[in-house]
């Protein structure tokens, strides 16, 4: 199967503004294969409907460590059947001055612009891409535990089992979806593969405060099918149809980031280096016209 990777500029939305500007998606083929494979899947957990976080963040946002904690207690609350994913994004993520990371990814541009769900303000969060009433789709991080206990009240449409086998030498990491529907589904759906990296060390301003080893936890590495995934089926669903999805060769000691700049300049490409023993991937599955997510799963890679 053919993968790609599309890693390109950053979309800023507040604050300082760089002279970068997006021309248009870089593709780029991002496969490796492998010959001994780490399996891991999710088969213990998969009976249960699960949900997704998304918080917006920013290592120049003084307020994101308050949002991050409070991403950790809710996860502390609700166990495996919360999944969080730091997505670091939008002005506040641009290296500038004494904050030299750069931990923005293409999908998380995307996400977070215009064409995405227009994040104006860090932090920010996002719950099951689903405006829960009275709240909107995007949440301020002191509303996340009342929107939580709505949306726990979602039905199980769709389980998925996840496999992975990871190949520590080479980097290829093949996954492996089965979606078995609990009932009639009649939208189309789309497919999404993430990598998110636990215990990554670095600075983040914390109310005015440089912290020069915060640990940023479930931070997005990269989207491995596209931004907006691909699609799992086009055609309607009855109760106890099942649909396969495999995502194979993917080289995660391959990612980038590129940064599209204006002609003549060169774009620059900066690799996206992960420590693979806290990587973990996550599948979720979304309707592709309301891009509201019906089923989220995460399984650590080793």
């Known amino acids: 199967m053919k993968k790609i990777i599309s890693l390109f500029t ?3 939305t507040l604050g300082f503004i760089s002279c970068d500007r997006i021309k248009s998606p870089i593709v ?7 010959t001994s494979f780490v399996t891991k899947n999710n088969f213990a957990v ?14 120049r946002c003084q307020n994101c460590p308050d949002a991050a904690t409070a991403a950790a207690n809710l996860s502390a609350t609700y166990g495996s059947s ?28 995307v996400w977070s612009g215009t064409a995405g769900f227009g994040i104006l303000a860090y932090p920010s969060g996002i719950i099951n891409r689903k405006a829960y009433a009275p709240n909107g789709i995007i949440t301020y991080y002191t509303t996340w535990s009342s929107v939580l206990a709505i949306s726990n009240t979602d039905p199980l449409i769709v389980k998925l089992k996840v496999t992975t086998n990871y190949d520590t030498l080479a980097g290829a990491l093949n996954t492996d979806v089965k979606a078995y529907f609990q009932t009639a589904y009649a939208q189309n759906l789309n497919i999404s593969i993430l990598v998110t990296e636990d215990g ?15 640990e940023f936890e479930h931070m997005l590495r990269g989207a491995l099918n596209s931004p907006w995934g ?17 995502l194979n060769d993917f080289n995660l000691k391959g990612m980038t980031y590129t940064i599209d700049k204006p002609d003549p300049t060169p ?8 420590n693979d023993k806290n990587v973990s991937v996550i599948v979720f599955v979304h309707n592709t016209a309301t891009r509201e997510i019906l089923q989220v799963e995460k399984v650590k890679i080793r």
């Open 10 to 12: 950053v979309l800023l």
């Open 28 to 34: 780029k083929k991002n496969t490796v294969v492998g």
């Open 230 to 246: 691909e699609a799992l089926t086009t055609s309607a669903k009855a109760a106890n149809d099942s649909v396969s999805y495999s």
């Open 267 to 274: 774009d620059v490409v900066k690799p996206i280096v992960v």
């Open 46 to 59: 998969y009976n249960y409907k699960k949900t997704m976080l998304e918080d917006y963040t920013g290592m």
């Open 200 to 214: 990554v060390i670095g600075k983040q301003d914390d109310h005015g405060t440089e912290v020069d080893d915060y």
């Open 82 to 109: 919360l999944i969080i994913v730091g997505v670091h994004a939008g002005s506040l993520a641009n290296p500038f001055g004494n904050y030299t990371a750069d931990y923005r990814t293409e999908a998380g541009d």
